[in-house]
């Protein structure tokens, strides 16, 4: 028998039409680690979740590593699983092709592309030292910046150009003959600052000129960036200029096998980031965008929340990605993080009421501690309007700690898309 409050929720549900379809919610850098600021928890810990806590009663909870226990995932590489694609094909998931997907670029055989970052940069005694990955997550202006960057060209046939996507982020396009991508980054990570600019590496003997190219286009980048009237008006406001640019994930156009397509499974994706985006139209998935939709606090939720669900009419899951979590975490901004968690709470009630599946997980965890990726697992939930409830069911504290010990086993994002595809009746058949 049913606990009261299962027995109240189902009857706020009903049954509909999306009763086996799926709204599957990825929260950007979810999992965290525990946070002196906050008593010791984290911020999901420590945030008013009562839906959340509720669906986790009455449902499927526990911990999931997006990747693979150890691994430090990416955005592109957590979302790409939880989306279908095969974690033996990750490796060949390059973020340059995939952000240049989201930009609208499609890429020629000639043409490599890299995932690239607007940054701050001071020419010390040392060499450039980076004093901001992200130009303090410039949100304006860029598109002139890289205006002055537009078919470059770089001798010996190369011609490189820059493409401005979603605050800070944009892409490098080197399009010419001999071109590999096998070289290294130019951006040091999180985890890596502060740091000094590192020249552009091969790491094979075909990728020397790619190499020698891209520093000369970052070289030119810095030159037309310094005395642009964008980052004069930015020095005179006390803002940090958008005076160079870090490249990272170069790789050429792809194609991958996706789970979803195999097993007669369509989808949508409600998105505001560019990444999110390119592997929407890589995976050959509908997106919905809307101006509504960004990639930071100030996206519209429940305006997402409404797409996925009139998407539904339409397929079988809608995934919903949301940005904010992870930049709040990388901004060493916890209390902020813990809010936006509970504004995402509220809004879930109509993805509730609306009686279909919902799957809530997360590419990765971002530490609020250090502002970069960690390797811990994350905190998911799975709920079955139409699953019964155990006879004990009571809200659960949702969050890591309580997912440690959650009534699901510890596994993969590919295993718990597995997982939800089987509740739907669509079991894998592979």
Excluded: W
């Excluded at 590593?65 to 974690?87: E, F």
């Excluded at 339409?314 to 919903?320: P, W």
């Amino acid at each position: 028998m049913e606990s009261t409050g299962a027995n109240h929720l189902r009857t706020k549900i009903g049954l509909s039409s999306l009763s086996r379809k799926s709204v599957v919610l990825i929260l950007d850098g979810l999992g965290d680690l525990p946070v002196p600021a906050l008593g010791g928890r984290t911020p999901l810990e420590a945030a008013d979740t009562p839906v959340l806590n509720r669906l986790a009663g009455i449902g499927s909870y526990g911990l999931v590593d997006p990747v693979g226990p150890g691994t430090i995932p990416n955005t592109h590489s957590g979302c790409g699983i939880l989306m279908g694609i095969l974690p033996a094909d990750v490796h060949r998931l390059k973020r340059g092709p995939v952000e240049a997907s989201g930009a609208g670029r499609n890429l020629t055989t000639e043409e490599i592309a890299l995932r690239a970052n607007f940054a701050t940069l001071d020419r010390q005694a040392g060499g450039l030292r980076i004093l901001d990955r992200r130009a303090g997550r410039i949100s304006s202006g860029t598109d002139e910046l890289a205006a002055r960057l537009r078919q470059v060209d770089l001798g010996d046939g190369v011609h490189g150009e820059l493409l401005p996507t979603d605050q800070h982020r944009c892409v490098v396009v080197l399009s010419g003959p001999g071109l590999d991508p096998a070289v290294t980054d130019t951006d040091p990570g999180d985890r890596g600052m502060p740091a000094f600019f590192k020249s552009c590496r091969p790491e094979a003997a075909g990728a020397e000129l790619t190499a020698r190219k891209l520093d000369l286009f970052l070289e030119i980048a810095r030159d037309e960036l310094a005395a642009h009237a964008v980052n004069l008006e930015r020095q005179a406001n006390g803002l940090m200029p958008a005076n160079g640019v870090i490249t990272r994930g170069a790789g050429r156009g792809f194609s991958l096998e996706n789970v979803l397509d195999e097993n007669g499974l369509s989808a949508a994706v409600v998105a505001g980031c560019n990444t999110v985006i390119g592997l929407t139209r890589t995976l050959g998935f509908e997106c919905c965008t809307d101006p509504r939709f960004t990639a930071d606090a100030k996206t519209d939720i429940d305006a997402k929340l409404s797409a996925a669900l009139h998407a539904l009419e339409r397929h079988d899951l809608a995934y919903v990605h949301i940005k904010a979590p992870d930049l709040f975490a990388h901004d060493h901004q916890p209390e902020r993080k813990k809010v936006f968690l509970e504004r995402t709470d509220q809004a879930l009630e109509a993805v509730v009421r609306s009686g279909a599946m919902i799957m809530l997980a997360a590419d990765h965890s971002t530490d609020s501690n250090t502002g970069a990726h960690t390797a811990d697992p994350v905190p998911v939930l799975l709920f079955d309007p139409e699953s019964p409830a155990p006879d004990d069911s009571q809200p659960v504290n949702f969050g890591e700690a309580a997912c440690a010990g959650g009534n699901m086993p510890r596994q993969s994002s590919h295993q718990l898309l597995l997982r939800l595809m089987s509740l739907m009746g669509k079991p894998a058949a592979r």
